[in-house]
């Protein structure tokens, strides 16, 4: 393997470990505030003897469980009574910990509750848990169900104040809707967390949680919640037992069979098919190496998508689009790689024969590594006015080390570090971080990095403007990076300030950060007000100031915008916005990277209105609108843009979904239309139960311009762009590992050149996988 940590080390490791340890020893000698008890642990016992999971909790050993109510409406209210009552009845064999809610419900034909795929039923009824197996309030599991036995899990990371249900852990979930309410049995094995063996009783942090909405969407608990704490993981609860609970091996092994044929062409007079094939065996693997460290790995993966991704329009921007990663093997505890900036993005990993990762805790240690090849070498050109993307057809050489240090449960500091080799390219990265807790209303990050970078000879000849000239560099040559973030954050206001800044030759190509050679200072703040007895519950007004420069000190962008909004009954959330901006346009002479005297400065002033709604449990909707001023970049002016964007979810009976979107985006200039564009994007499901789905999508995009309204040369302009993907997906999970998939997909396009809407390419596919657990 071309690359190692030594070699790592060597070439951009410009901090030293003297330096990391300078640091760790300065941020040592800060003393912890002071944190709030907590209360009494809730034991739970160890009962013996298995039960079977059908939602009645009849059997005798959940009438030796410990039994408690959920008692405090922590969200949208404040501590206040709840209007049902919820039973939790807990304990443990060992080897599982069994969890089971007895919700009751006065009107049982209101309960919220449909078949979906895994992870989708976030606007049903659900009941569930949250579980720090180290009870160091940096990551938490979340188990939830809802009362047809729907799963949905996920990790909540303390440190980046972000939820990720890209975890999928092995459990069981049955439930039942009764007379009374509804029944909802868990049965989590203790082999799928990471926790730290032992032989004396286990704490840890832990919170029992039902969510019930009706006309609002009321979040019950076992704990109250303090709202004048930032940290939310800080105020779990404790539950003891486990004293004997090991994860033994926790073994996966999990072969994937992928067989495909597609076709495509390209669409001229001949139209020439092109046929292709594809075969493959694949061997994914997953060991509990330490009850604190596993190790996941795969041999001939294939990555590609099962399913498309959101549609996205891209006319008018200058910027490379975000989308986000679906693949299992990167997502399983992606949390452990997540920092302030984004320098670890997998999906910039195509096509890898190979990958490895480890991750683990020990103490208050955190670790990830994880190595893959690629068959080609996709990374954004970043620069301060736009991005681009840019393709090497060279094998790459992938890695990502993530480790940070708990010192206390306020403070934390870590390493991150990523790089990319191929033949004539590479990019090393090293950063370091740390968040400190000052109080429980205020949070402090920072995180330092450095780069180095080298481009292959000839690549910019494949750009123009600003991409050539940052893709130019013809020696290695080195960045750096900085972002400090405040945060106070209380019952009734709060305020952040954020400073960026990235120089001229900073990379991240593992990551995604689109933006170079600016200086970026953002501060902000919010006050809200909250409502227990009236038709609404939340009132808030917040805004922020911010102001970019370039790495020169040339204004790129001033910015102020002012937001108010309310939440409501039917589950409601309005807000409307008022923005006005300074921002440059493109360079007036794109052979410099020059902004003053070589851009024109435009005043932007906007307005827009979003709100969203679930006036009954079977139909929810969104909208968004924007109308106000718009730089045209094609041509460096300014128009106006009216923007659309409305949503639905329908729900027919507890099987049948559909959702659509839609964006509809005009801009006029000069008292003319520049363009029209419509993107939709459809979906239908029919979801059978828990386990299998059929789904058919529909993504077409519709774009009209007047070319003459344009005032540079319009032969590559294409007047009329319509395309429309159609997929149909069928999908059988036994669980997160074992599954299978069976799909077509093609894609037809419209424009200057094909007159009549024509397919371009074909595709079926099959992908199929079985995990053998130990």
């Known amino acids: 393997m071309q690359i190692c940590l030594g070699r ?23 003393p912890p505030p002071g944190i709030a008890p907590k209360p009494t642990p809730i034991i739970i016992p160890n ?20 039994v408690f109510s959920l008692n405090y409406i922590t969200r949208p209210h404040e501590n206040t009574a709840p209007p049902v009552t919820t039973e939790v009845r807990v304990f443990e064999d060992d080897r599982t910990l069994y969890i089971g809610f007895i919700a009751h419900d006065p009107n049982p034909q209101n309960i ?26 940096r990551l938490a599991y979340q188990f939830f169900s809802n009362p047809l036995g729907v799963q949905a899990d996920s990790i909540q990371n303390e440190m980046t104040g972000r ?5 999928n852990g092995v459990w069981d979930a049955v439930g039942q809707i009764t007379e009374t309410g509804y029944q909802v049995e868990m049965a989590i094995p203790l082999r799928i967390l990471n926790f730290r063996e032992g032989t004396e009783n286990k704490i840890w942090g832990a919170e029992f949680v039902r969510f019930y909405p009706r006309d609002e969407r009321l979040r019950i608990s076992n704990i109250p919640t303090n709202r004048n704490n930032a940290c939310s993981l800080c105020q779990l609860g404790d539950v003891s037992g486990f004293k004997a609970a090991s994860q033994g091996r926790n073994f996966a092994v999990i072969p994937t069979v992928v067989a495909s044929k597609s076709r495509e062409r390209e ?10 094939n594809n075969q493959e065996i694949g061997l994914d693997l997953t060991w509990g190496v330490t009850p604190e460290v596993s190790l996941q790995a795969t041999l001939n993966p294939d990555f590609s998508q099962v399913e498309s991704d959101i549609a996205q329009l891209s006319i008018n921007n200058t910027n490379a689009l975000f989308f986000g990663e679906r693949r299992p093997f990167f997502l399983e505890n992606i949390d452990y790689f997540s920092s302030n900036f984004n320098l670890v993005h997998t999906r910039n990993i195509n096509a890898p024969d190979y990958g490895l990762k480890v991750t683990g805790r020990v103490d208050k240690h955190s670790l990830g590594l994880f190595m893959a090849d690629d068959q080609t070498t996709t990374f954004l050109v970043p620069g301060n006015l736009g991005s681009d993307v840019a393709e090497l057809s060279e094998k790459s050489n992938n890695l990502a080390l993530r480790y940070r240090f708990d010192y206390s449960p306020t403070i934390s500091f870590g390493v991150v570090s990523t790089a990319r080799e191929s033949d004539s390219y590479h990019n090393y990265v090293v950063a370091l971080d740390t968040k400190y807790q000052i109080t429980e209303q205020d949070t402090f990050r920072v995180q330092l990095v450095s780069s180095e970078t080298q481009y292959p000879f000839g690549l910019s000849d494949k750009f123009s403007d600003e991409a050539q000239i940052r893709l130019s560099n013809k020696n290695a040559f080195r960045g750096n990076a900085f972002k400090l973030n405040y945060r106070h954050n209380q019952r009734d206001w709060s305020v952040r300030a954020d400073h960026i800044r990235n ?3 900073f990379r991240a190509d593992l990551g995604f950060e689109r933006a170079i050679d600016v200086t970026k200072t953002v501060v902000g703040g919010e006050y809200r007000w909250f409502n227990e007895n009236s038709w609404w519950n939340r009132i808030a007004v917040f805004g922020d100031w911010d102001t970019t420069h370039s790495q020169a000190g040339e204004l790129l962008e001033k910015e102020a915008e002012i937001h108010a909004s309310i939440r409501a009954r039917y589950q409601t959330y309005m807000e409307f916005t008022l923005q006005t901006r300074e921002r440059v346009g493109l360079r007036q002479d794109s052979s410099r990277l020059q902004i003053e005297n070589n851009t024109t400065l435009f005043q932007e002033d906007s307005a827009s209105l979003y709100f969203d709604m679930r006036p009954s449990s079977a139909l929810y909707f969104s909208f968004y609108g924007q109308y106000g001023d718009q730089i045209d970049f094609t041509n460096n002016r300014l128009g106006k843009q009216l923007n659309l964007r409305p949503r639905m979810n329908l729900s027919i009976g507890k099987h049948l979904q ?10 006029d200039v000069q008292g003319s239309k520049l363009f029209t564009a419509n993107l939709t994007d459809a979906r239908l499901t029919y979801q059978f139960n828990q386990r299998q789905f059929i789904r058919l999508i529909f993504l077409y995009s519709d774009i009209e311009r007047n070319l003459d309204n344009y005032t540079v040369n319009t032969n590559d302009i294409l007047s009329v762009e319509r395309g429309l993907s159609t997929q149909l997906l069928y999908s059988y999970k036994l669980n997160p590992l074992t599954k299978l998939f069976i799909g077509y997909s093609d894609n037809s396009i419209q424009n200057d050149n094909v007159q009549a809407r024509t397919v371009s390419e074909q595709s079926i596919f099959l992908k199929f996988s079985y995990a053998w657990l130990n």
């Not at 669409?267 to 292709?276: A, I």
């Open 8 to 30: 790592l080390c060597k070439r951009i490791f410009y901090v030293s470990f003297l330096q990391i340890r300078l640091i760790a020893v300065c941020i040592a000698q800060i």
């Open 267 to 276: 669409l001229t007079e001949s139209n020439q098919w092109n046929d292709f």
């Open 503 to 505: 120089s001229r030759d």
């Open 163 to 167: 939820e990720s249900d890209s975890w």
């Open 658 to 667: 559909f959702n659509v979107r839609h964006t509809y985006r005009t801009l």
């Open 112 to 137: 919220r509750a449909y078949y979906r795929d895994r992870d989708k039923i976030w606007s049903d009824d659900l009941v569930g848990l949250k579980l720090d197996t180290f009870n160091d309030s």
């Open 47 to 66: 009962v013996k003897g298995a039960i079977v999971l059908d939602g009645a909790l009849n059997e005798s050993q959940w009438q030796s469980a410990k």
